[in-house]
């Protein structure tokens, strides 16, 4: 089979693999398309240390060719989505298959594009910060994948005021079609916000700007850590202040939860894909490349220059 591997020189480059057999709780998966998201930067950045050469990619659509024990043989041929631990950037790929999901009547495109942001944003919202309606949330790297997904659950789950935090102008325009009823730029974080409190605030940002979302927290809010775009510096936050305020530093990371609690993810995975199946949220796929073009894909992610989700045409 044809496949991505990625070579200690961080260069991409397709090459011809033995097809994987699927183990134990596992199902093989014909690729059609695959999603591509910030988590290939971080790899290929070697921000996760993985041997190389590699086979990346994370999230997979198309249709289950065999099975491993356990699982049910009746899935062979079944279109689905899942979210891999690696080598989705190839004709066939391996994946637990809790965490595979039919698609029954969804494009294999759109399916490839939900990907570990799907639950990640779904859960952010609802498990998370267990946004109550009538709350105000405010989502930094909003023109993302998983921020234009966390602004929608949002709205379902009825939050009140939505503010967004995006790069550049033309990132503002683009996330103002997913019902953010501010965004504002990332170099006005916070002062242009004043003396505006939150009562959710996603921060996938960390350093200065996690700092600062502490100060922006309403009494009783929740600000969920998830990620580091912007700095790895260690956060330290007083907890005898944050007591008496009532605020909460919660944090979410939804590759350990696949590891220990796979039927949590799979259940949000599953209630993502539900909403977006039944049209109430979009996965908006603005990119999408060649098997081979996986290099310019990625360079463009972390360049900042494509918005909302891209994905790679495996089949
Ligand atoms: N914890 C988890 O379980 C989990 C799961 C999935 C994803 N994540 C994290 O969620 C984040 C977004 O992932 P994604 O897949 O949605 O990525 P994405 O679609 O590639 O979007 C990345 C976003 O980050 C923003 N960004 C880039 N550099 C930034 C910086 N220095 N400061 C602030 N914003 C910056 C970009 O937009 P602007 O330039 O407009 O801000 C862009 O919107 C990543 O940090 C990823 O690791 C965490």
Redo the contacts with the bound molecule.
């Keep these: 089979m044809k496949a991505v591997l990625l070579d200690a020189d961080d260069h991409y480059r397709v090459a011809e693999l033995d097809e994987p057999a699927p183990g134990p709780g596992q199902v093989a998966i014909r690729v059609a398309y695959a999603g591509i ?3 290939d930067t ?1 790899v290929r950045d070697g921000h996760f240390p993985v041997a190389r050469p590699f086979v990346p990619g994370f999230e997979a659509s198309g249709h289950v060719v065999a099975v491993g024990e356990g699982v049910d043989a009746s899935r062979i041929g079944e279109p689905v989505t899942a979210l891999t631990m690696a080598g989705a950037y190839a004709e066939v790929v391996l994946a637990p298959a809790v965490l595979t999901l039919g698609i029954g009547e969804l494009l294999p495109r759109t399916a490839a594009g939900l990907g ?2 799907a639950p ?1 944003a779904y859960d952010l919202i609802n498990t998370a910060a267990q946004v109550r309606p009538g709350e105000s949330v405010l989502i ?8 234009t997904l966390a602004a929608q659950f949002a709205r379902l789950a009825g939050a009140g005021r939505i503010v967004g ?4 102008d033309l ?1 503002a325009d683009y996330a103002a079609r997913f019902g953010f009823d501010r965004l504002l730029l ?1 170099e006005a974080f916070p002062a242009e916000l004043g003396e505006e409190k939150f009562d959710v605030i996603l921060d ?2 960390g350093g200065s ?1 996690r700092h600062a979302g502490l100060a922006q927290l309403a009494e009783h809010g929740r600000l969920v850590a ?5 700095s790895y510096e260690p956060v330290l936050a007083n907890t005898n202040d944050l007591l008496m305020q009532g605020k909460s530093l919660v944090t ?4 350990l939860l696949s590891q220990t609690h796979p039927e949590r993810l799979a259940d949000s995975f599953r209630r993502a894909l539900g909403h977006v199946a039944d049209g109430r949220v979009r996965v908006d796929i603005t990119a999408e490349y060649d098997l081979a073009d996986l290099g310019i894909a990625v360079q463009h ?1 972390a360049e ?1 220059t494509t ?1 909302g ?1 891209s994905i790679l045409r495996v089949a």
Excluded: E
């Design positions: 998201q910030w988590g971080m570990w942001g990640t930094h790297a909003a023109a993302g994948g998983v921020g935090v995006v790069g550049n990132r990332r996938p940002v700007t998830y990620g580091n775009l912007g979410y990371n939804s590759n992610l900042g918005h989700k």
